[in-house]
């Protein structure tokens, strides 16, 4: 999660898109797909991977680099479906039209399932020196997206007649989060026990940011509708608790992820690295602000 | 193409499936998948991948057998998103409900997104032993069904301002044929050179056939909407140069296909397989009738 990562993951970004635009391509669809993934959020959850290969004593960059960019465009995929009219029907998203705004709803579709198969294309293209190692992360992306617990797993508890919150929140949000940091570990050759934790804790308090920011937050700072939980009757802790609440909780969770990084040589910058995300999700000011609203 | 192989072929896909109703899955998703996938068609694609599989002397058949049930899954996607509002509105499909009839839009987009995901689970799943074979695998798959020009490829022409027709047929039909021949020779450690020629006829083949159907076909034969590509004006041979050219150049495809089987010992065997296939798609008596009804 250090800054320092972003130029490699915007690099191995534009790799696993370059034949997307291969003689014979259908030019609308691949600026599509483009426009999903440049410019990037925060790119937290590559940069998670790259954290937990580094403090696992990365030996193989290329495939590590290669999980890291799976699992953003995991992420980019599930953005654009998100977006979708049957969905959030969002117009806006970080900051310029969304793809179905940009491109209509089909195009849509087909780059949800573009990116989605991008991904799986980009780690196999990085296993050139780790064969082995594919099979475990391939396993471990498609943990993170599909079913029983996945993202579209998080995204169908919405269709359901009654929803299990934390099982929603965990599926929608928390799965592809673990799945970064035990994809890190595996591109290392690492054992992935205690870094699904890590993973875990990081995605329910990115969840948690989520919902105190969907309601605190303005259009200017998120680059997205905000409101939209309440406008599309969406469970949220922060609607449920108050944002007082939502904000202890979101610090406690920030504490219990700080606490789940294992001991390794990496673990003090790891540890500090997850302070600094806090502090960029919800800032410390903020924070304060947003617990001492509840007195 | 054997009938002997339909029941690996179902075991195999129910195996993918298995973990889908593993604890914690959202119900309906889970079984709108399962209505996505059985009971199935004709399983054209899975039959070439095992046929070229053992005409290329197989020596990992659950390799073999992981790669059929992938290229099944990604058709299974591809038809669940096909048939969704925004693209061809089908109510029905291989004669039930289609997916977005029976469960909505929003579990249709994410019932696609995780067949998808199983497909690349599904054969890495099976790769433990011949893991080096993996990473083609995923390479042919994605081609079959990404971008550049697999069926999220061909699909997307029909959203750019001009189409190329040859293009658009090989890339929505054509390149998922093409991938499940080469899949099967990788999962066999074969070299895959000749067996795409067989991949493409046979999808060249299969698309006409279909354009023929659609037009001369009824509800009943083909248990889904006859008819859509004028409804959608959709590009079609059929429509363009009428029934008995195209039932022709049909024929014409299907020698191509016989012609492009590679001499190996299981060579005979998979040409017999063609002419079957080709006389179930489009039974010799109709076709004698198309051609006849010409002059």
């Not at 934390?166 to 599926?171: D, Q, S």
Request: with cysteine; charged share 20%; glycine share 8%.
């Amino acid at each position: 999660m250090s800054m320092a990562a972003r130029p490699y993951i915007e690099r191995a970004l534009a790799e696993a898109l370059a034949n997307t635009t291969a003689a014979g391509h259908p030019p609308r669809l691949a600026a599509a797909v483009r426009h999903a993934v440049f410019p990037g959020g925060a790119r937290i959850r590559p940069q998670l991977c790259l954290a937990v290969a580094h403090a696992c004593d990365i030996d193989d960059p290329e495939l590590a680099l290669g999980a890291a960019a799976a699992v953003e465009l995991l992420h980019c995929a599930s953005l654009v479906h998100d977006d979708l009219p049957c969905f959030d029907a969002a117009l806006t998203r970080r900051g310029q039209p969304s793809v179905q705004c940009a491109f209509g709803e089909r195009l849509a579709v087909l780059a949800g399932d573009a990116l989605i198969v991008l991904a799986f294309e980009a780690v196999a293209k990085a296993a050139g020196r780790s064969p082995h190692r594919l099979a475990p992360l391939v396993a471990t992306l498609a943990g993170g997206v599909g079913l029983p617990s996945g993202i579209a797993a998080g995204q169908a508890w919405e269709c359901e007649p009654t929803i299990d919150l934390a099982r929603y929140h965990r599926a929608k949000t928390g799965a592809l989060f673990i799945a970064s940091a035990r994809a890190g570990a595996q591109a290392a050759g690492a054992d992935t026990s205690g870094w699904e934790q890590l993973g875990a804790r990081l995605g329910d308090a990115y969840q948690a940011a989520d919902d105190i920011r969907d309601v605190a937050g303005t259009l200017q700072w998120l680059g997205k509708p905000v409101g939209r939980d309440k406008a599309l009757d969406r469970p949220s802790l922060a609607r449920e608790f108050g944002l007082a609440a939502a904000t202890r909780h979101f610090e406690r969770l920030i504490d219990e992820a700080e606490g789940a990084v294992p001991e390794c040589a990496g673990s003090a910058s790891l540890r500090a690295l997850v302070r600094a995300e806090a502090n960029r999700l919800i800032p410390r000011q903020l924070a304060e602000e947003l617990v001492a609203s509840a007195t």
